[in-house]
């Protein structure tokens, strides 16, 4: 329970080391506490990310590999919870912060911890980035957010998904009937409309991501690009940055 420990209990654990953590860029494979790796898409709503990791994902799959895939706001421990703060839209920034955090503690712990202490490649559809760009966007201090998320690993590879504003944003409204309240913003009063106040909204948390690209090791990805060769891109850098073959099935010997 160290890790749901920790998160109860962020205090300031930091201090003194604060401005070192602010990056929370990959210090090197060799460095790992564990013989598994982590693989992490980010970006908007709309950058084409989830797409590309599903491909990414089956590729994988087909070829035997050792792997696990896990997507943002997924515990079913949280998951009740969230969906009563939402439909109630008492969330405050801060309270919805931390109920995302606690999802993913519950991951972190469950899942993705003990898989890559297990020698799994892990796949991931958000990772932290996603609290520090949407939460960042909703006020909440940068340095407060990394401080609760200290106890998550660090990915062996981040792809940044970046695409136009409003091709993003005119891909998400052309296949969604309905905007939510709070994934519009509706709660931060950018707009009455909730097809603009997304947009306002998307934007705001793109400017947290390409902040990002400064100070993470973030490989960033053109989302205009066509699929299959942004595919062939990231199964390449995939395997340039990660020693893929350690998650190969294991050859049979022969009788």
């Avoid at 494979?29 to 994902?57: C, W």
């Amino acid at each position: 329970m160290k890790v749901m420990d920790e998160l109860m209990n962020p205090g300031s654990a930091l201090e003194g080391a604060e401005e070192k953590r602010m990056s929370l860029a990959p210090q090197g494979g060799a460095d790992r506490p564990y013989p598994g790796a982590l693989i992490v898409v980010e970006g908007i709503d709309g950058s084409g990310k989830s797409t590309q990791l599903y491909l990414l994902k089956r590729w994988l799959e087909i070829g035997g590999y050792r792997l696990h895939f896990t997507e943002w706001n997924s515990s079913e421990l949280v998951k009740s919870a969230t969906k009563r703060g939402k439909q109630s839209r008492l969330l405050t920034p801060v309270t919805f912060s931390l109920l995302h955090a606690a999802d993913f503690a519950d991951r972190c712990e469950r899942q993705i911890l003990p898989l890559l202490q297990g020698g799994y490649l892990v796949l991931a559809d958000r990772y932290i980035y996603t609290a520090f760009a949407r939460d960042g966007a909703r006020g909440c201090a940068a340095h407060w957010l990394r401080n609760l998320y200290r106890f998550a690993p660090i990915p062996d590879l981040t792809f940044y998904f970046r695409a136009p504003l409003e091709v993003a944003v005119n891909r998400i409204m052309s296949g969604r009937p309905k905007l939510k309240y709070y994934e519009a913003g509706m709660d931060l009063g950018l707009s009455f409309d909730r097809s603009e106040s997304f947009r306002i909204f998307q934007g705001m948390i793109m400017e947290q991501y390409n902040r990002m690209t400064e100070t993470e090791n973030f490989v960033v990805m053109d989302g205009t690009a066509p699929v299959n060769k942004l595919q062939k891109s990231m199964r390449q850098i995939a395997g340039e940055r990660v020693d893929l073959t350690r998650f190969q099935p294991k050859a049979r010997p022969r009788q």
